[in-house]
């Protein structure tokens, strides 16, 4: 399985940016799909994520309302539309992929958060910088 991040980059607060997580290797349709972030000196958490072909997402609540994950059959990709950037937003980004529809996706919000373990498959990560 091979996940390649695309679309990062640097953008002023309050600007938009797309990202494009393209899978290989990987029975695309019914599994989970998903966006973490790793700011510089905090650990990677979990802020996005769906259930492929069921349309289940978690949101985290600090990015609920700005950004939108959104999947590709055609292309099996899933992308992460991010809008109204703040410089908290800051990281690196990470697309993930685990088999099945993790417990978290059952809640959708903060009430069951993402983590690491729940996601076996990873991307190197693409850099977006947002600056005030």
Not at 14 to 29: I, K, V
Not at 60 to 69: C, L, M, N, P
Not at 109 to 129: A, H, I, K, L
Request: with cysteine.
């Amino acid at each position: 399985v091979q996940l390649v991040e695309s679309g990062g980059g640097s953008v002023q607060t309050g600007g938009s940016l797309r990202l494009s997580c393209a899978a290989s290797g990987y029975p695309y349709g019914r599994n989970c799909m998903g966006w973490f972030r790793r700011a510089p000196g905090k650990e990677r958490e979990g802020r996005a994520a769906i259930y492929t072909g069921g349309h289940s997402t978690y949101y985290a609540d600090s990015v609920k309302g700005r950004f939108t994950i959104s999947e590709d059959d055609a292309k099996s990709t899933v992308d992460l539309q991010m809008n109204n950037l703040k410089p908290d937003d800051t990281a690196t980004y990470y697309c993930a992929a685990e088999f099945g529809h993790p417990t978290f996706l059952d809640y959708g919000s903060d009430t069951v958060v993402p983590g690491e373990t729940d996601f076996t498959y990873w991307g190197q990560g693409t850099q977006v910088t947002v600056s005030s």
